[in-house]
């Protein structure tokens, strides 16, 4: 599914959905779309979450996000959907601003309660075709081939509420990627899986994404996800007004191996730039006695 295409079913967001959706991003022939973030900030009222982000994302990379909980990270992300606007600078896709959702946007989030519940999984997948007028030949053709895709077709007929929580994440997955969108924004979404669902998925992950050529923002507070997956690991400052703080091209053959030394040094690398902002964090967050704590155990 896009977030894109289910805000259209919340109360006084269909407005701006329907417009959203009439003028979708274009990306570039059969690949995935640029995404361009320039100086940006995003406030709440008075409260500055990010401010004077600069990311240039080419077509078809895999970036992925770090950075201490809190920083920032959904905001970013849920900009970048078009969930919410810049308050200052410029985000646009394919050189077109991001002024709202669009299904070239597709959004998973961490938790997959975002599935509609009253629908069987083929419904869910199919719900953005179907939306956008797409024959029932053609809704068909997208759930045999997604759902195929995430190792599901058996399940078609059945509700999220019959499915576990790694099996729900695919469908998740299955139905953004039923919009073929240009732009995937994934937020944590293995957070919440046990290590063999979520080590299967980061595979899974890695080949739709090398077979669709879309480009990818993935946000992950884990490391090895990063290094796994990631062209490039973009890690944010700690809040308020976080920017990012430094970028890592992953410059590793794929598929990754995790005891390759140059995947270790740049595990080191990131854990001690993550580390001095969770730290930072904690700080502000009168946590200093934990992180006392900690060092003594240490
Ligand atoms: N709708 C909102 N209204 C007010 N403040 C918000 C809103 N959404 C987020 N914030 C604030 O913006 C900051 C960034 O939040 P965000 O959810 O983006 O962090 P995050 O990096 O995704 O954290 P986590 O890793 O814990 O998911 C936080 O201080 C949060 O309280
Ligand atoms: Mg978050």
């Given amino acids: ?5 289910e805000q259209e079913t919340r109360p006084g967001q269909g407005a701006a959905t329907v417009a959203a959706l009439r003028t979708p991003v274009q990306p570039a022939a059969g690949r995935g779309a640029a995404l361009r973030v320039e100086g940006a900030g995003i406030s709440f009222g008075d409260f500055r979450a990010v401010q004077g982000i600069d990311l240039d994302i080419p077509a078809g990379e895999f970036l992925c996000l770090l950075g201490p909980s809190g920083c920032g990270k959904s905001t970013l992300l849920s900009a970048m959907a078009g969930f919410i606007q810049v308050s200052e600078g410029t985000l646009t896709a394919d ?9 070239e ?10 599935l509609f519940d009253w629908m069987t999984v083929q419904q869910n997948v199919t719900f953005g075709p179907r939306m956008r007028g797409r024959s029932r030949a053609e809704q068909n053709r997208v759930a045999d081939e997604f759902l195929g895709l995430v190792g599901l077709r058996h399940c078609a007929d059945r509700y999220p509420g019959q499915l576990s929580g790694g099996m729900r ?9 039923a919009n073929e969108p240009g732009v995937v924004l994934m937020d944590e979404p293995f957070g919440a899986l046990d290590a063999q669902t979520r080590q299967v998925l980061q595979q899974e992950t890695a080949r739709i994404w090398s077979a669709s050529g879309c480009t990818v ?26 920017s990012i703080k430094s970028l890592y091209t992953v410059d590793l053959p794929r598929p990754r191996d995790e005891s390759d030394p140059a995947a270790l040094r740049l595990r080191n690398q990131l854990r001690e730039d993550i580390g001095e902002e969770v730290r930072k964090a904690m700080r502000d ?11 003594k155990n240490a």
């Fill in 95 to 103: 050189g077109a601003p991001v002024s709202g959702p669009d299904p």
């Fill in 217 to 242: 923002v993935f946000v992950t507070h884990d490391i090895d996800e990063a290094i796994l997956l990631a062209d490039r690991v973009a890690v944010m400052t700690a809040g308020p007004a976080a």
């Fill in 1 to 5: 599914m896009t977030k894109g295409i």
């Fill in 285 to 295: 967050q009168g946590l200093d006695d934990q992180l006392d704590r900690e060092a």
């Fill in 105 to 114: 946007l597709g959004m998973v989030f961490q938790s997959s309660e975002a």
């Fill in 169 to 177: 994440q695919r469908v998740q997955i299955a139905r953004v990627l």
